[in-house]
């Protein structure tokens, strides 16, 4: 059981929008900043977003993060086929003095 | 090129031990808190551990507690993860990580540890 909460899967047609949420607590999310990565299949991990809402550079502008309070979301507008992986977010627990991530959502791109 | 690379995975047997390493270029080591990350076959991340620049801070899962031991050497751009009484459930890919104020952001490609007899 992770401490992260994600929903296990989603999916949406190409060029549509999808969000990807992550809950958590003020322990992790509510006071720590949130990672979001992404995993092709096969493949390592790599940022998407840090620090809840930037862009590391060469990441497009279809990738989007946000958080509110205990809860953090992803946003992919734009959806290509080459989406489809797995998406974790991440952060601190400042109560468990260890590193957290979410249980994973695997996108679709029907 | 900024990357890290991990080697020293393998087969072990349960009850044995493992040393990885994660060898860093492209940037300046003993500026960055480091962490390792493992993922199970078809599973999700798991944290592992974590280092601060001058080991002054470390942390541990509590499933890996009292039994993986993580150092670096900031002379020699590495770091270490010493793996003892090695279990099946530890069996995954072992990621090293750079971290920044936010997480993880620049892994390495991993290596496979094996726990079976």
């Known amino acids: 059981q992770s401490v992260l909460t994600q929903p296990p899967s989603v999916s949406a047609a190409p060029g549509q929008k999808v969000t990807i949420s992550c809950s958590g607590s003020?322990?992790?999310?509510?006071?720590?900043?949130v990672s979001w990565y992404q995993q092709l299949p096969g493949t390592t991990p790599k940022l998407l977003i840090y620090?809840?809402?930037k862009r590391p550079s060469g990441i497009p502008d279809r990738f989007s993060g946000s958080k509110s309070g205990t809860s953090a979301t992803l946003g992919i507008t734009g959806l290509q086929t080459g989406d489809e992986a797995d998406y974790y977010c991440?952060?601190?627990?400042?109560?468990?003095?260890?590193?957290?991530f979410g249980g994973g959502t695997k996108l679709t791109v029907l | 090129e900024v990357q890290l690379v991990e080697s020293g995975g393998g087969l072990v047997k349960p009850g044995g031990s493992l040393r990885l390493s994660c060898a860093a270029s492209g940037f300046t080591f003993s500026s960055y808190s480091m962490n390792w990350v493992r993922q199970a076959p078809g599973k999700g991340l798991e944290w592992v551990s974590s280092i601060s620049s001058s080991s002054s801070y470390i942390y541990y899962a509590d499933s890996v507690k009292g039994r993986f031991t993580i150092s670096r050497d900031n002379a020699k751009n590495s770091l270490y993860l010493q793996m003892n009484s090695l279990r099946a459930e530890d069996t995954a890919v072992y990621y090293c990580?750079?971290?920044?104020?936010?997480?993880?952001?620049?892994w390495g490609q991993g290596t496979m540890v094996t726990v079976s007899s």
């Open positions: 620090e809840n809402n």
């Open positions: 003020s322990s992790n999310i509510g006071n720590n900043y």
């Open positions: 990580a750079r971290v920044t104020s936010s997480g993880p952001e620049l």
């Open positions: 991440g952060t601190w627990d400042s109560s468990l003095s260890a590193g957290v």
